[in-house]
């Protein structure tokens, strides 16, 4: 749920929580996640507009729906939705921060704070590493903060880090697991 202002907090989700393959054109889900993703500390966010406006936070979401880029969107019983997860193609001249090399698709995700801890963020991430599997995709690579208690979530999917640069990990994860 994005406003002008900031992200709409919402509560915990209601009934089944269920994951989905999001469309192309259902950016507010993205826009809310990679928000959650980048100001995952809490304590005083700034707007969202200015937030996603930044080039280092932007460029995982302009032209969205571009070849390879594929997102999942965590859903409970009243349709709203908590959390996304989803992966895209850089370039060596143009990309985020989890970038390995431009065959490697970086994954983002970013979960409603009242959503966490629930096994949301799990169901995402394995639901994205089916998709990529069906795309004949070998790796995944993603950024993460080492202070973020996302990083135990990655390493129990597989994740293992293969560089450290202030305070964050870049991870890579091999797709031939069944995780």
């Known amino acids: 749920m994005l406003y002008d202002s900031n992200v709409a907090q919402i509560g915990a989700p209601s009934g089944t929580v269920t994951i989905q393959r999001l469309r192309s054109e259902q950016m507010e889900p993205l826009r809310d996640a990679?928000?959650?993703?980048?100001?995952?500390?809490?304590g005083d966010r700034p707007v969202v507009a200015d937030a996603l406006a930044r080039?280092?936070?932007?460029?995982?979401?302009?032209?969205?729906?571009?070849?390879?880029?594929?997102?999942v969107g965590a859903r409970d019983s009243f349709g709203?939705?908590?959390?996304?997860?989803?992966?895209?193609?850089?370039?060596?001249?143009?990309?985020?921060?989890?970038?390995?090399?431009?065959?490697?698709?970086?994954?983002?995700?970013?979960?409603?704070?009242?959503?966490?801890?629930?096994?949301?963020?799990?169901?995402?991430?394995?639901?994205?590493?089916l998709e990529a599997r069906a795309l004949g995709i070998t790796q995944l690579s993603l950024s993460v903060e080492?202070?973020?208690?996302?990083?135990?979530?990655?390493?129990?999917?597989?994740?293992?880090?293969?560089?450290d640069a202030?305070?964050?990990a870049t991870m890579v994860l091999e797709l031939d697991g069944r995780r």
């Open 34 to 42: 990679l928000y959650e993703a980048a100001f995952w500390r809490g």
């Open 55 to 71: 080039p280092h936070l932007r460029v995982y979401i302009d032209g969205w729906g571009r070849p390879g880029d594929v997102a």
């Open 80 to 129: 709203v939705v908590g959390g996304a997860a989803w992966f895209r193609l850089f370039t060596a001249a143009d990309h985020g921060y989890g970038f390995v090399r431009d065959d490697i698709p970086e994954v983002g995700i970013g979960v409603q704070p009242e959503w966490r801890h629930r096994g949301v963020g799990r169901s995402l991430l394995s639901s994205l590493h």
């Open 146 to 163: 080492r202070d973020n208690p996302a990083l135990r979530l990655y390493e129990s999917l597989g994740y293992v880090s293969t560089t």
């Open 166 to 168: 202030g305070g964050a």
